[in-house]
């Protein structure tokens, strides 16, 4: 299984991005699919993760980014709107419970990230 994350870039204070992230391999489920960030000299942190159609956000997001998941294609975006310089990192996207056609199962598997950069 793999993830495949997109929709990242530079971006002016008060702009919009939209991150997707794409599973791909032979899939039966996914518990969950989130995003998760970490910038410059910082740990990484909760962004948004949504499990069962119902999201969780980390706070310093929340009202600010919206997740959203495409069940039957198994993508997951991240909307970012009034974006600020301190939303600036690398962007992970994760999924949680990965069951394969096969039998087997993941706990956890991690994209390669994208760079988010919000600057004038």
């Known amino acids: 299984v793999q993830l495949q994350a997109s929709g990242g870039g530079l971006v002016q204070p008060g702009g919009s991005l939209r991150l997707s992230c794409a599973a791909s391999g032979s899939i039966a489920s996914i518990n969950a699919m989130g995003w998760y960030r970490q910038g410059t000299g910082k740990q990484r942190e909760l962004v948004a993760l949504?499990?069962?159609?119902?999201?969780t956000y980390g706070d310093s997001v929340k009202g600010q980014f919206t997740i959203s998941r495409d069940n039957t294609k198994n993508i997951v975006y991240l909307q970012m709107n009034s974006l600020k310089p301190e939303d600036t990192a690398v962007y992970y996207c994760?999924?949680?419970?990965?069951?394969?056609?096969?039998?087997?199962?993941?706990?956890?598997?991690w994209g390669q990230g994208t760079q988010v950069t919000v600057s004038s």
């Open positions: 949504i499990r069962n159609n119902v999201p």
């Open positions: 994760n999924a949680e419970g990965v069951g394969m056609l096969l039998g087997s199962r993941y706990a956890e598997v």
